[in-house]
C-alpha cells in the first residue's frame, strides 16, 4: 500500500499540467501520478496531421519525459475509487491512498457504438482525426479520392475539440482545390447538433464558410451504421418522432468520423458521476460536489464548456489555487468563468480563433475581431501552439491568455 499527500488519474494533457504545479511544491514523495501509458500525445497536432501538413511521429513525446521529477509515476490503471477512504485501487492490485485527489482522465473513444465502423476502417477512404490510429488514413483518402461524397459527421455524445469535426472538412476541401479535383466532390457536413458550433458568434461565421465552399449541411443527422462493402454510410434524424427513428443512407467516397465519446468505464462506475458519467464538480471552484478534498480538472468532468487543452489551461490556473487554499483550510479563491478556446481552420493560411465563456460570449484576446478568417490565427495555430503545449502548458507555466487579453484591451475587456 502507497500512500500521497496528492494523486493525479491520469497523465493527459490536465493531469501534467497538474502535477507540475504541485510536485514541487509539495517536495518530491508527496505527488504520484497514475497514468498507464507509455506515450503522452498533443491531440490537436493530429488535426495538422489529418490535413497532410504534419508527421504523427511529432504529436507523441515519452510519458516519462513529461512527468515532473518531484512526482512518483505509477504506471498502472485505476480500476475503482473508494472515496469514503480516501483510497484508490489499480489494475496490478495496489492499493494508493491519498488526503488530496485530482481526476483528470478525459473521455474515450467509442469507435465501436457505430455499426460496422471498426471493421469499415480496415478499408481505404474511412478515416478520423481522433485517434493515432486513424489519423494517418485522412491524408490518403484526400489523395486517393476520385469522385462521389466525401461525408463528415458529428456524433450525438459530448466530444473534445467541437470544431475537430470541422476543421478537417474544410482542410480537405483546400487540398482538393490545390490539386484541382474539386469539382468532382460533393461535400456533405451530417452533425448531430442543430447548430454549426455551440457560441453563435461563431456558429453564424461558420455557416457562411460552409456555404461559400459549396458544403451541403445536415443538421440532426447522427451516424449509425458504416457498411464498409457497399461503401454507404447510414443516419437517423433527430428530428424524426417517428419510433425507431427515420434513417437516410448516403453513399461515400471519403468518411470522416468523429466518434461518440465517453467517460472511461472505471470512472463511470465510480460514487463520483453524475447520471452521465461525468465527474460531479463545481463548475466554478471545480471541487467535488461531494468530496472536498476531490478535484477534477479537463475533459472528463462535468463542467459546461466546451472540452479543449485551452479550457484546462484556464482551470489548470482555477485549481492550482484552489487546492493550495484548501490543503491551508482557507476558503477557495478561484473561479472559473468556462474560458474555452477552439482555432477553427476554415482552409490553408485560414483560421477563425473562437474563444468564449460559460455564457458562449465572445472572450476574446487580440484587439480585432476573431470571427473573421485571419492569416495571422493561422500561424498561431500551425506554429505556436504545439510549443506553448510542451514547454509552457505541461510545465504549469501557462495559465490561458488572460493577461494578453487585458493588456490588448487597455483594461477594457471583461
Ligand atoms: P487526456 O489528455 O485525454 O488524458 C486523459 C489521460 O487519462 C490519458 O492519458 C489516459 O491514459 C488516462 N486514463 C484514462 N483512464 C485511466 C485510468 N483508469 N487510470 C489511469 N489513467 C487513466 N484542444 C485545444 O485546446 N485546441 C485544439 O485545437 C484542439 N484540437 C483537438 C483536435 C483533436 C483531433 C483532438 C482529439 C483533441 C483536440 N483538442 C484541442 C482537445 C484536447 O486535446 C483535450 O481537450 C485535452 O487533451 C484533454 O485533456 P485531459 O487531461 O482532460 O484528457
Ligand atoms: C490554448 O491555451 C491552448 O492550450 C495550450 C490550446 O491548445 C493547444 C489552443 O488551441 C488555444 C487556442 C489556446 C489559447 C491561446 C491563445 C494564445 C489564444
Known amino acids: ?18 502535477s507540475a504545479k504541485f510536485g514541487s511544491k509539495l517536495g518530491k514523495g508527496n505527488t504520484a501520478i497514475i497514468e498507464p501509458m507509455e506515450t503522452h500525445y498533443y491531440q490537436p497536432y493530429w488535426t495538422l496531421v489529418g490535413g497532410g501538413l504534419k508527421n504523427v511521429e511529432n504529436s507523441g513525446r515519452p510519458m516519462k519525459s513529461v512527468i515532473p521529477k518531484t512526482v512518483d509515476w505509477i504506471k498502472d490503471r485505476v480500476v475503482s475509487f473508494e472515496p469514503d477512504k480516501n483510497v484508490v485501487h489499480t489494475q496490478n492490485g495496489h492499493e494508493v491512498s491519498y488526503e488530496y485527489m485530482i481526476v483528470s482522465m478525459g473521455i474515450k473513444l467509442d469507435f465501436q457504438k457505430i455499426k460496422g465502423l471498426p471493421e469499415a476502417f480496415q478499408t481505404p477512404g474511412v478515416c478520423s ?10 491524408p ?16 450525438n455524445t459530448p466530444i473534445k475539440c467541437a470544431g475537430a469535426p470541422q476543421k478537417v472538412m474544410y482542410l480537405t476541401d483546400a487540398y482538393m482545390r490545390k490539386v484541382g479535383k474539386r469539382d468532382k466532390a460533393n461535400f456533405i457536413y451530417n452533425t448531430a447538433l442543430g447548430v454549426m458550433f455551440s457560441a453563435p458568434k461563431y456558429a453564424a461565421e461558420l455557416l457562411e464558410v ?12 447522427n451516424l449509425i451504421e458504416v457498411n464498409s462493402v457497399k461503401k454507404e454510410a447510414t443516419f437517423e ?11 437516410v443512407t448516403y453513399p461515400y467516397e471519403m468518411l470522416h468520423v468523429t466518434p461518440p465519446m465517453s467517460t472511461p468505464e472505471q ?12 465527474l460531479t464538480v463545481n463548475k466554478h471552484t471545480l471541487q467535488h460536489v461531494k468530496y472536498p478534498n476531490i478535484f477534477g480538472i479537463g475533459d472528463c468532468t462535468n463542467v459546461p464548456t466546451s472540452k479543449t487543452a485551452a479550457a484546462i489551461a484556464s482551470q489548470s490556473g482555477v485549481l492550482r489555487k484552489n487546492l493550495k487554499a484548501v490543503m491551508a483550510g482557507q476558503p477557495l479563491p478561484g473561479q472559473y468563468n468556462g ?4 482555432p477553427l481552420i476554415t482552409g490553408y493560411n485560414k483560421c477563425i480563433l473562437a474563444e468564449f465563456d460559460f455564457d458562449l460570449k465572445p472572450l476574446e484576446t487580440f484587439p480585432f475581431d476573431q470571427g473573421k478568417e485571419s492569416r495571422l490565427m493561422w500561424h498561431v495555430k500551425k506554429d505556436f501552439m504545439s ?23 487597455l483594461g477594457m475587456s471583461r
Open 129 to 138: 482525426n481522433y485517434s493515432l490510429h486513424t489519423v494517418t488514413k485522412t
Open 140 to 155: 490518403q483518402a484526400m489523395k486517393d479520392f476520385k469522385e462521389g461524397n466525401a461525408v463528415f459527421t458529428l456524433p
Open 387 to 409: 510549443p506553448l503545449y510542451w514547454h509552457l502548458l505541461l510545465n504549469g507555466w501557462w495559465e490561458g491568455p488572460w493577461l494578453f487579453r487585458k493588456l490588448f484591451h
Open 1 to 18: 500500500k502507497k500512500s500521497y499527500k496528492l494523486v493525479v488519474v491520469g497523465g493527459g494533457s490536465g493531469g501534467i499540467t497538474m
Open 267 to 278: 470512472l463511470q462506475k465510480s460514487p463520483l458521476v453524475d447520471a452521465s458519467g461525468y
Open 210 to 221: 460552409a456555404k461559400d465552399k459549396g458544403i451541403a449541411v445536415n443538421f440532426q443527422h
Open 237 to 247: 434524424k433527430l428530428s424524426s418522432d417517428k419510433e425507431p427513428k427515420e434513417t
Open 339 to 342: 474560458y474555452t478556446s477552439c
